[in-house]
């Protein structure tokens, strides 16, 4: 069993424990948390409580995971690029084009297909039967690097490390136009018409991304951000919503040239 403890303060007041949760341990889906919830496994100071609950300061909230059931994602033969490994924890080169785990259309050729060849019976059951180990994820077409957990305690302690920004993930992009230097802090949802991207939606999970600029072109700017959330799609969605779409991005970039590019500059 995996047990997530967190208390409520009063920014926290008149939330959805769900979101609520969701917001807090990132590596926990708001569906997941429902889930769990309607099986019982949500308590607040010492009652059972369901998803919808909304908060209130000081609030106790304790979430109980259960132990993962049998795996039903294929082992394969796929190469890897580990930058480091010991028996806690792996750090992968995600190359661009790769799926993290297993989804609709997407069932084989993921990095989660590669780890259970490589480490069988050696990943954290934290996240289910899909995402073994996945501790936080990137985009199929960013590359970039990836902290895997090979253990339930290891993967607790990375995920605490994230949400309290201990650990640090900064990422590289070219995108569109002359920028500077700035924080964006706008939330991130669905969008309300196009269901395959992200938007900068009221109401919806705070994401919050600094960037800077380390050197300008032409017509382009080459950036590092750095993530103080991890929204899906946040840094494309909130460059693109500050001028600056990632070249070679077709969702968020509108009609510019790609270049050739296969997927974002990121």
């Known amino acids: 069993m995996a047990e997530y403890r967190i208390t409520a303060e009063q920014t926290d007041t008149d939330l959805r424990v769900d ?10 889906t708001r569906s997941y948390i429902k889930k769990q919830c309607d099986a019982g496994a949500l308590n607040i100071n010492g009652k059972k409580a369901k998803a919808s609950q909304k908060l209130s300061e000081g609030d106790e909230i304790i979430l109980t995971c259960p132990d993962p059931i049998a795996l039903e994602v294929e082992a394969e033969d796929i190469p890897l690029d580990i930058v ?12 661009r084009g790769m ?14 297909n590669a780890l259970l060849h490589h480490c069988p019976g050696e990943l954290s059951g934290i996240n289910g039967v899909i995402r073994p180990g996945i501790v936080h994820r990137i985009d199929k077409d960013t590359s970039g690097l990836l902290v895997v957990a090979k253990t339930n305690s290891a993967h607790l302690s ?13 990422y590289r992009a070219i995108v569109w136009g002359k920028t500077e230097e700035g924080t ?12 395959k991207k992200m938007a900068i939606v009221p109401d919806r999970r705070r994401a919050v991304t600094h960037y800077k600029t380390l050197r300008q072109f032409s017509k382009w700017s080459l950036v590092e951000c750095q993530l103080e959330t991890g929204r899906t799609h946040q840094i494309r969605v ?8 990632l070249v070679g991005d077709s ?8 270049y050739g590019l296969e997927g974002q500059a990121l």
């Open 19 to 28: 979101a609520f949760l969701a917001e807090q341990f990132e590596e926990l």
């Open 84 to 95: 480091y490994e010991d028996q806690e924890l792996l750090v992968i080169n995600k190359p």
């Open 99 to 112: 799926v993290v785990h297993p989804a609709a259309g997407n069932q084989n050729g993921t990095l989660v």
């Open 158 to 170: 990375l995920a605490e490390q994230l949400r309290e920004h201990s650990m640090t993930r900064r």
């Open 184 to 195: 964006i802090d706008a939330p991130i949802g669905r969008h309300p018409v196009d269901r």
């Open 238 to 245: 909130h460059l693109s919503a500050n001028g600056h779409p």
């Open 251 to 258: 969702l968020y970039g509108g009609k510019r040239d790609s």
